[in-house]
């Protein structure tokens, strides 16, 4: 059984208990839903749910003694449940302020810098300007808050822009010269740039930035305010206490992991 499937069969499950049990008001097990995005979460060799990320929220769901699985999923979908379902957390979530009013919102987790990348073989003797170059195509993956900004560089579905179900299928597109360019945030780059090398003998090559994002860990609405706000203080106390450090560290940025100390500083200084 998919991960779509339990999901669906989760959610069935979880109407039936609240409305056999009358709800009671006590926090409801949640279902966390993440997406394919290494080294934060994806599948290992057996099949589960893996990353440094999906650690740190198995972590704090013991602190803070919350149930629940985490269930990997493509974005467009795992978004689409936050958005129509009781009892979920989405990450890693970006922030913005179309969002805002969508979920609640606990973090930050990371920041990341994301930029369009390509391949060298492919750049190599060609205009990088991507804005001015109507023959390249680009590929995102649908809901990503990228795609606006793909579609201000000129980019247009049916044209010239791929949208497809998760990011990592614009990666393949990109190893088979099916697509020219693809979003990545910077944590992601070794890892596709090795893949890449073994399977082409070329490079990824960057070639504009978009922008810094924000990752959270965005509760739906019905969650109470009292336990988002454990949430959030059981967080920075990981900050502050090394848990994030010791999953994080050798895979980003050792300036992101003093904003996220500082941050916290701030949060339970408060």
């Known amino acids: 059984m998919n991960a779509w499937s339990v999901a669906v069969l989760w959610f069935g499950s979880m109407l039936m208990i609240q409305s056999a049990a009358g709800y009671s008001g006590e926090h409801p097990e949640l279902l ?8 934060g979460q994806y599948l290992d060799q057996s099949g589960q749910v893996a990353g440094v990320t999906v650690e740190l929220i198995q972590q704090l769901k013991q602190r803070v003694g919350q149930s629940g699985s985490i269930e990997l999923l493509p974005w467009a979908r795992a978004f689409e449940i936050a958005n129509t379902h009781p009892s979920i957390a989405l990450f ?35 205009d990088k300007n991507v804005r001015l170059n109507p023959n390249l195509i680009a590929c995102e993956y649908r809901s990503s808050l990228h795609v606006s900004r793909l579609q201000q560089y000129g980019f247009e579905e049916g044209r ?104 916290a500083e701030q949060v339970v200084g408060n």
């Open 32 to 39: 966390f839903l993440t997406e394919h995005s290494p080294p």
């Open 92 to 126: 890693e979530t970006a922030r913005t302020t179309e969002r805002e009013k969508l979920f609640q919102w606990v973090g930050p987790l990371k920041y990341v810098q994301t930029s369009l990348y390509g391949r060298a073989d492919r750049f190599e003797h060609h």
């Open 160 to 263: 010239n822009l791929v949208l497809t179900l998760s990011h990592g299928d614009c990666f393949q597109m990109l190893i088979l010269e099916r697509v020219d360019l693809i979003v990545l945030h910077d944590a992601a780059v070794t890892e596709r740039q090795q893949q890449l090398q073994a399977s082409n003998q070329t490079d990824l090559v960057k070639l504009q930035p978009i922008r810094e994002v924000e990752l959270y860990l965005a509760f739906s609405r019905d969650i109470s305010s009292e336990q988002v706000a454990i949430w959030q203080q059981a967080l920075a106390q990981s900050y502050l206490d090394g848990t994030m450090r010791g999953l994080y560290q050798g895979i980003y940025a050792e300036s992101m992991l003093e904003r996220l100390e500082q941050w």
